[in-house]
C-alpha cells in the first residue's frame, strides 16, 4: 500500500474516532467458570457466536494460552491483536513456571516476573476490528519507516477493545514445567452482550 495513502486511512479512521463518544466499558461482565486438566482445552461459545477457549500448549513449557475467535476463522486469536506486550510473555499465556520462584522450589516471591493467578487482556469483538488490529500491529512491530510507526500507533490505539479478566481458583502443579489441573473464573466486559 503506498506510504500516503496509507496515512490518509489513518487520518480518517482518527478523526472517526475522535468524533465518536465511546463510552468507557461499564457493562456488568458475562462470566463463566471451568477446569481443564494437563493436556485438554476448555471451550465456551458466548453469547453473539464468538468462542473462549483454553488452547493447550504441548511444546516447550507446557500450558494454555487464551483465545477468542470467531468460529468461521478459528485461526485467529482476538485476543492476541490487542493484549500488549506483542513480543514475549503476556497475561494471555498460563505456564507453570509463572507460579514457581527463580529456582523452582516454591511458589513465586517476585523472583520471576511473570503473570499471576489473575490475568487480564482484551479482544476485540469481530472479524473487520481483527483485521485492522492485526494489520496495524504488523506496522508496528515490522515497520516500514517510524512514520508509519507511529500512525499504525494510533490507528491501532483506536481500535474498540473489550476486556476479560481470567482468575485462577486452584492450581495444582506437578512441578515448574507442567500444570496438572487448573480451576478459573472468567470474567468478559462485553457491551453488546447487556
Known sequence: ???YIFVF???????NSLLSDEPEQTCDPFGLS???????????????GLVFTLEFIDY??????????????????????????YRGINALQLYAWHFFNE???????GSVNAPGEERRFYFVTDQASYDAAFESLS???????????????????GIHRARGIL?????????SVHIDRMEFNVELFIPELE
Do not use: K
Open 1 to 3: 500500500m503506498n506510504r
Open 9 to 15: 486511512i489513518v487520518l480518517i479512521l482518527i478523526s
Open 34 to 48: 471451568g477446569a481443564v486438566n494437563r493436556h485438554e482445552d476448555f471451550q465456551y461459545e458466548l453469547p453473539g
Open 60 to 85: 516447550g513449557p507446557e500450558g494454555w494460552a487464551i483465545r477468542i475467535f470467531d468460529p468461521a476463522f478459528p485461526g485467529d486469536n482476538y485476543c492476541a491483536v490487542v493484549t500488549p506486550p
Open 103 to 109: 529456582d523452582g522450589t516454591g511458589p513465586n516471591d
Open 139 to 157: 506496522a508496528m512491530l515490522w515497520p516500514e519507516s517510524s512514520e508509519a510507526q507511529e500512525a499504525a500507533a494510533v490507528l491501532h490505539d
Open 167 to 175: 482468575t485462577i481458583t486452584e492450581l495444582v502443579t506437578g512441578d
